[in-house]
């Protein structure tokens, strides 16, 4: 089972780490994904990480400001996010099964977590 935490409230132009953990099973040969929704908005793609970490591919909207890396000794990967804006507000989610490229990622994803709040005030 897959689990995002590390949402919350917070200013514009602050910081916060998701985290995506996995019970039960290990992300190590998995390339993990970050998706977020906001409300009245489809899912969109925000970057991804290869099994090796070697691919890693960031939304527009978020690159620059987003770095997602891996820790599979802690079978965790992360999403920090700095110098956030209002438009990053939504439920974030983390999902494996995906395609992760250099330039794109997956749309669809096989398994998904349970999400995790991320509201960016003005």
């Known amino acids: 089972q897959l689990q995002a935490s590390g949402g919350g409230l917070v200013q514009a132009g602050g910081s916060l780490r998701l985290s995506c953990t996995a019970s039960?099973?290990?992300?190590?040969?998995?390339?993990i994904g970050w998706f977020r929704q906001a409300p009245g908005k489809e899912r969109e793609r925000v970057s991804c990480?290869?099994?090796?970490?070697?691919?890693?591919y960031y939304a527009d909207s978020v690159k620059g400001r987003f770095t997602i890396s891996r820790d599979n000794a802690k079978n965790t990967v992360y999403l920090q996010m700095n110098s956030l804006k209002p438009e990053d507000t939504a439920v974030y989610y983390c999902?494996?099964?995906?395609?992760?490229?250099?330039?794109?990622?997956?749309?669809?994803?096989?398994?998904w977590g349970q999400g995790t709040l991320v509201t960016v005030s003005s």
């Open positions: 990480i290869s099994v090796s970490g070697g691919r890693i």
């Open positions: 039960g099973f290990s992300l190590d040969d998995d390339s």
């Open positions: 999902a494996t099964d995906l395609v992760c490229l250099l330039g794109t990622m997956s749309s669809v994803a096989g398994s």
